[in-house]
């Protein structure tokens, strides 16, 4: 089963509408998908076999200089969910794009809750990180119940 | 004289290099001094008819002639001033041809070649028009003389010997046909260059078919084996054509181990068409011989492997009690799903019309769907069995499995697309159509889906909605909505929609008006409803539907003037056998199944609009409630008309469609839809009005309108045979409803109390002609 390829690729103006559909019930602000759509490689879809199915969303965290990537937004319809490593194809593409950006680490907020996920996470690498949450001044918080994981690169 | 014939001169070659001013001073100074130079005349409807800065061109879509009317009347009366000082000079004769031909009054224009012609034998360039204009009109008889007299003038081209074999050949003389082509043939033997190849290879097969014509059926396989065997340079290089032409020779002949090898060699070179596998199990005599056409298929199959239709076709012959059949099935089904092709219910669709193999589908597909475990299989799985439940009018469950499949995967486009097509059939429009826009919304490049979107938005009458998504695809220079770029691109499918979608809103709105109208008389309160916009809503739909549907009229009419210059073109290029299919193609354009709904839709509805004369009439008359309307109304009605404007103007001449009301309902002149009446019954005999049931409803509806009732119960009787032959058919479903709304109309006429004695006794006469039914 995990023989089927997944790909990537950027959003484009005519495919704006599938974005909702991967991220319900949540819904973005069109303003919010244009963002995405300009920020060019830092939102990808994921596609099996052609059909997208997973979203990410990248940020770059600046403080005073980049100094990170953060993956703001990662999401796969529930049917095609961690069965056929879309998460992986997608973490795998922010650890990728970190360094030709020159960014030496990737973070990630999660919602503890969700626990799936954050196994993917550690399996890639990434490790709880209480410390940094300060270093990262200006990383919005999610709300309470998130932790935040990070993975060097350097 | 002479200074006058050298001033016409001077005033000719100004006319030909287009000087069309100076030439139209020189010809009004000749007319001065000499007003009876009939050439003069006849020169100058030409020249007026390109010249008239006055009045503008028409710039209208999917008009034939851009010259206005009033030009127009001014040309024809200056041809007929020409006639009648020189009725028989030859250079007036040929310039009242070329006028008429520029206004494409082939009928004219064939009567003034002939009279040039005739008064200048010399003068052989007229006879190639004059062809044209005859094969144009379709009078082959005279066809083959002016043919001939122009190869004996320019016997140097091909093409003029091609042009008089195929005279000869649309007057199935092919003895004749196969003679001129010997000739040119012997002419050019040895003469042929590079640029004669494809030329000289479709006469040549075109003479094959000459043969196959003439029932030289031995001659014909000779001559076609010898092409195919040739080493030649110049050979035959159609070789499908050949071969598909020696199979049905063959077959003619009943040499059917040869036929067989023909079909085996055209499935080598084509293996996706359909017919040569029908054509196979003719030549192998086993068409009813399950047990062979399974071996054979099954051979093609793994000679093919990539191509469907020998795993698919046994599936059409095998009983659905043999066990083989369901095997069969299921290692079709699942290899189709397992490659994840979303279309595999319309490949087996057809296998529904056999209500016993139905539940078999059903049976396999559900145990797929059971153990299934990718995610996008099951999709179209449940995309398949959604579709399923449609086709057996189960819509509920039809809606619960591509509910189910939009919840496993909501990206996929066609799972939205189909669930607004079961709305649809649940006739939930408006519903259906927003959930098409959701579909469309995934992919706004797919023009697929967004005509789909505009045909289901034109469906739940939203005009507006349809126009906004149909005009994100179409060129917006002239006007601000795409309408006018879609008639210019001759949409048809649109134009259709958008034409029945405004008939139905008139007559809701003629209905809202009779209410109106009802509730007036009642009490004087009648605040609430802006009834001149209703009015208006009366006229701007009707006018804006009929000129819809004669916008339709008016494409295929320029699909038929389309084929003029090829009456020349084609023989120079040497595309014989295309031309015949042209003429072919032609002479059945009007008994096409679009041109049969329109024309019953548009009969119906000016039907209609008689047999609620004294209504519509009244919903037309705007005097009689422009004092009571508040300035609140005017506006509304004001914006209203705005809108309307922006998204449906198509015609400058006729904007909102109210010249057309003018002239069919208020003053009743029917010339226009006599027209196409005249079109629809080709009385050249070659092809007849088909009789589906749209044909059939358009003749009615044209009689009714005609007053001819007695004629009008012939259609009922043709409609009450199809009603009652299938009952299953979708046809037969239609003409039951038609039947039954012809019958309604025409008790309606019987029991209508007339004063006239001659109505009365007509009366009598179609009781009676109803009963015999």
């Known amino acids: 089963m995990s023989t089927v390829p997944i790909t990537l690729d950027s959003l484009t103006v005519n495919n704006l509408g599938v974005f909702n559909k991967i991220t319900s019930p949540t819904e973005y602000p069109?303003?919010?998908?244009?963002?995405?759509?300009?920020?060019?490689?830092?939102?990808?879809?994921?596609?099996?076999?052609?059909?997208?199915?997973?979203?990410?969303?990248?940020?770059?965290?600046?403080?005073?200089?980049?100094?990170?990537?953060?993956?703001?937004?990662?999401?796969?319809?529930?049917?095609?969910?961690l069965e056929f490593n879309v998460e992986k194809k997608l973490i795998q593409y922010a650890l990728d794009l970190a360094p030709k950006r020159h960014l030496s680490s990737c973070i990630v907020q999660i919602n503890s809750k969700d626990t799936q996920l954050i196994n993917i996470f550690r399996e890639m690498g990434f490790a709880d990180d209480d410390i940094k949450k300060d270093i990262y001044c200006n990383v919005s918080s999610k709300g309470e119940d998130t932790i935040l994981m990070t993975k060097s690169l350097t | 004289m002479a200074e006058v014939e050298l001033q016409f001169r001077d005033a000719l070659q100004n006319y030909e290099n287009k000087n069309y001013k100076k030439s139209l001073t020189l010809i009004d100074k000749i007319l001065k001094k000499n007003s009876l130079h009939s050439q003069s005349y006849a020169l100058k409807a030409l020249i007026i008819h390109f010249y008239h800065p006055q009045s503008p061109d028409l710039k209208d879509p999917n008009l034939l002639i851009s010259t206005p009317p009033n030009i127009l009347s001014i040309c024809n009366d200056l041809i007929k001033t020409s006639v009648k000082y020189g009725p028989s000079n030859s250079i007036s004769a040929h310039l009242a041809a070329l006028y008429y031909r520029q206004i494409k009054n082939y009928e004219m224009a064939t009567h003034f070649y002939t009279i040039a012609y005739s008064n200048n034998p010399s003068n052989k360039g007229i006879l190639r028009d004059l062809s044209s204009c005859l094969s144009q009109l379709r009078t082959y008889k005279s066809l083959i003389k002016t043919r001939f007299d122009y190869l004996q003038a320019e016997p140097g081209y091909r093409a003029n010997y091609s042009s008089t074999s195929i005279a000869y050949y649309l007057n199935n003389d092919f003895n004749n046909s196969i003679k001129i082509e010997n000739q040119i043939e012997n002419i050019i033997k040895d003469k042929l260059i590079d640029e004669d190849l494809t030329e000289n290879s479709e006469c040549l097969i075109y003479k094959a078919l000459l043969f196959f014509n003439l029932e030289k059926y031995d001659e014909t396989l000779d001559y076609i084996n010898n092409l195919l065997i040739s080493n030649e340079k110049f050979k035959c290089y159609d070789i499908t054509g050949l071969l598909e032409l020696k199979f049905k020779t063959l077959m003619i002949l009943e040499k059917f181990h040869d036929a067989q090898l023909t079909i085996r060699l055209l499935l080598k070179r084509n293996p996706l068409n359909v017919q040569y596998y029908y054509d196979l199990f003719n030549s192998?005599?086993?068409?009813?011989?399950?047990?062979?056409?399974?071996?054979?298929?099954?051979?093609?199959?793994?000679?093919?492997p990539k191509v469907d239709i020998p795993k698919f076709l046994p599936l059409t012959f095998l009983n659905h009690n043999d066990e083989q059949f369901k095997s069969h099935l299921s290692n079709y089904l699942q290899d189709l799903f397992k490659r994840g092709v979303p279309s595999v219910f319309n490949n087996i669709k057809s296998l529904y019309n056999d209500s016993n193999k139905i539940p078999i589908i059903l049976n396999i597909v559900k145990s797929f769907e059971e153990i299934e475990k990718n995610p996008l299989i099951l999709t179209w799985i449940k995309y398949f069995l959604s579709h399923h439940f449609d086709k057996i009018n189960q819509f509920d469950l039809a809606i619960d499995y591509i509910n189910q499949s939009i919840e496993i995967t909501p990206t996929l486009i066609e799972l939205y697309m189909f669930k607004a097509?079961?709305?649809?059939?649940?006739?939930?429009?408006?519903?259906?159509?927003?959930?098409?826009?959701?579909?469309?919304?995934?992919?706004?490049?797919?023009?697929?889906?967004?005509?789909?979107?505009?045909?289901?938005?034109?469906?739940?009458?939203?005009?507006?909605?349809?126009?906004?998504?149909?005009?994100?695809?179409?060129?917006?220079?002239?006007?601000?909505?795409?309408?006018k770029d879609l008639h210019i691109v001759q949409c048809r499918w649109f134009i259709t929609e958008y034409s029945k979608s405004l008939t139905r809103l008139f007559k809701k709105s003629l209905n809202e008006f009779e209410v109106v109208l009802n509730n007036d008389h009642d009490d004087d309160s009648n605040e609430d409803s802006n009834i001149t916009l209703i009015q208006k809503k009366v006229e701007t739909y009707l006018g804006l539907a009929l000129q819809r549907y004669f916008s339709i009229f008016q494409i295929y009419a320029e699909y038929y003037e389309d084929q003029f210059d090829f009456h020349f073109y084609a023989f120079r290029k040497g595309t014989l056998r295309s031309y015949l299919q042209m003429i072919d193609w032609e002479d059945n354009l009007y008994h096409e199944s679009l041109v049969g709904e329109i024309y019953s839709d548009l009969m119906s509805l000016i039907s209609f609009t008689k047999e609620n004369n004294k209504l519509l009439l009244k919903a037309l008359d705007h005097s009689l409630y422009l004092n009571k309307r508040s300035k609140k109304d005017k506006k509304d009605e004001i914006k209203w008309k705005d809108n309307m404007l922006i998204y449906n103007k198509v015609l400058d001449s006729d904007p909102l469609g109210n010249e057309l009301i003018n002239k069919l309902i208020?003053?009743?002149?029917?010339?226009?839809?006599?027209?196409?009446?005249?079109?629809?019954?080709?009385?050249?005999?070659?092809?007849?009005?088909p009789e589906t049931v749209y044909f059939i409803n358009g003749q009615f509806n044209y009689d009714f309108i005609n007053g001819k009732y007695v004629v009008a119960l012939a259609s009922i009787r043709k409609i009450k045979e199809i009603s009652n032959s299938n009952s299953n058919s979708n046809e037969s479903k239609i003409a039951l409803k038609l039947l039954n709304e012809m019958l309604e109309r025409i008790n309606k006429f019987i029991e209508t109390e007339f004063d006239d004695p001659k109505t009365k006794s007509l009366q009598k006469v179609v009781k009676l002609g109803l009963m015999r039914l």
């Open chain 1, 30 to 81: 069109s303003s919010y998908l244009d963002k995405c759509r300009e920020s060019g490689e830092l939102c990808q879809y994921a596609y099996f076999s052609e059909v997208p199915v997973g979203v990410i969303v990248l940020d770059t965290i600046i403080n005073k200089t980049p100094i990170a990537l953060e993956i703001s937004l990662i999401k796969v319809l529930k049917s095609y969910k």
């Open chain 2, 284 to 304: 192998l005599k086993i068409e009813n011989n399950t047990s062979s056409k399974l071996i054979v298929l099954n051979k093609l199959s793994k000679f093919y």
């Open chain 2, 421 to 483: 097509r079961i709305l649809k059939h649940q006739n939930h429009l408006i519903e259906a159509s927003k959930i098409m826009n959701d579909a469309r919304l995934l992919d706004l490049q797919d023009r697929f889906v967004n005509s789909k979107t505009v045909k289901y938005y034109l469906r739940a009458d939203l005009i507006n909605e349809a126009i906004d998504v149909a005009s994100l695809f179409t060129k917006n220079d002239d006007e601000p909505k795409g309408v």
């Open chain 2, 666 to 689: 208020k003053n009743n002149e029917l010339d226009k839809i006599d027209e196409l009446e005249k079109l629809i019954n080709r009385c050249d005999g070659k092809t007849i009005k």
